[in-house]
């Protein structure tokens, strides 16, 4: 279990890797977009629109990686003080219904991108079609409900295993 907790890692990693390109695209588009409006009067057409795209992704691929570093919160303050086999397995349920969540909004965005892709759905001033953002938020949905479920087989399994237990219980916050 531990060296899937690796693995899990680097998948959530090179998934980050998503986002971290598109703080830098932002970033830079619209920097450009400010310079050459103050300094040409000429603004960089679309520049919102790619923004806005850019940030739909850039924000989606940040959620496994926040999960597998344990950035996101827990309500583990009550639960910590329980006996192991209760604290785990309501642990558990508590990952069980956030991985639901994320794979239900996978689901959804599948959706969304049979829905952009029946109707041609467009940007509003690049008219760039909108499925290929969409395809990357059904991406991001889907790793962020492998990292919730990987924990959640973790903190099932902590019920019965000290070192997984130790594991899971190092990343609760006093």
Known sequence: MIKL????????????????AGVVAIML????????????????????????????????????????????INMTMIIKHLPRVVKFPLFGLMGLLSTATAAFMG????????????????????????WPFYVVEVVCLFALALVLLYDTIMAFAATGNKKIEEAVVSTWND
């Not at 907790?5 to 971290?20: A, Q, T, V, W």
């Not at 300094?39 to 597998?68: N, R």
């Not at 689901?107 to 467009?122: E, G, T």
């Open 5 to 20: 907790g690796k693995f899990m890692d680097r998948f959530s990693s090179i998934i980050s890797l998503l986002s971290y």
């Open 29 to 72: 588009v619209n920097v450009a977009d400010i310079l050459m409006n103050k300094l040409w009067h000429k603004p960089i057409f679309g520049a919102t629109d790619i923004t806005e795209q850019l940030l739909l992704c850039t924000v989606l691929a940040s959620f496994a990686y926040g999960q597998s570093k344990k950035a996101h």
């Open 107 to 130: 689901y959804a965005a599948i959706l969304q991108v049979q829905n952009a892709l029946a109707i041609d759905m467009k940007t509003e001033v690049l008219y760039m079609p909108k």
